[in-house]
């Protein structure tokens, strides 16, 4: 079954250095998503990409956080520079089409510690 | 602006036991309600959702949800659990195809 891969599934940074995570959605998905999900809360969206074009980033900080999927297919998250309020998990997700009948497909996620 | 507002942060419950996860949004407009699951170690996955119709969702593995328009309500029940259902469940609601996500409810099931 076809799955959405994040790498790597752990990092642990110091606090003012650089960190980059990737997602590889599931084959012909369009849509991809980036969520933060903090310890003890839900998944918040971050930024969302429709094929290459970013349709939607007004969640995602942009003086530090920077996000491209720059053949449509495959994509990077970065942060920099790290701060402490950013440990959290990172959650890429992809679905077939923008819409609310598509799933979204999650992938295991990547857990960030920023000491 | 929407919410979702998930009102218990975690359940214990016995194997065999009912189980139900309630969940209220607040939202002017229509909206698209989900429940996902999100399994230790494991990313989360669409447990069942409501689009329109039916006001009760079933999903496979035997949970069920009923959309409550008038209580803002999208609550999830079990009527027997299993140790295999131990997880964390996200309620979530959808408008302009962004999902926002309650905070979750953990679910433990003792043996």
Known sequence: EAEVAQS?????????????????????????????QILGQGPELLVQFQDESVVDDSQLPKDRFS??????????????????GDSAMYLCASSLELGQNY???????TRLTVT | AQSVTQLDSQVPVFEEAPVELRCNYSSSVSVYLFWYVQYPNQGLQ?????????????????????????????????????????AEYFCAVSIDYKLSFGAGTTVTVRA
């Open chain 1, 103 to 109: 799933e979204q497909y999650f992938g295991p996620g």
């Open chain 1, 67 to 84: 996000a491209e999927r720059l053949k449509g297919v495959d994509s990077t998250l970065k942060i920099q520079p790290a701060e402490l």
């Open chain 1, 8 to 36: 790597p599934r752990y990092k642990i940074t110091e606090k003012s250095q650089a960190v980059a995570f990737w997602c590889d959605p599931i084959s012909g998905h369009a849509t991809l998503y980036w969520y933060r």
């Open chain 2, 46 to 86: 669409l447990l069942l959702k409501y689009l329109s119709g039916s006001t009760l969702v079933e999903s496979i593995n035997g949970f069920e949800a009923e959309f409550n328009k008038s209580q803002t309500s999208f609550h999830l029940r079990k009527p027997s659990v299993h140790i295999s259902d131990t």
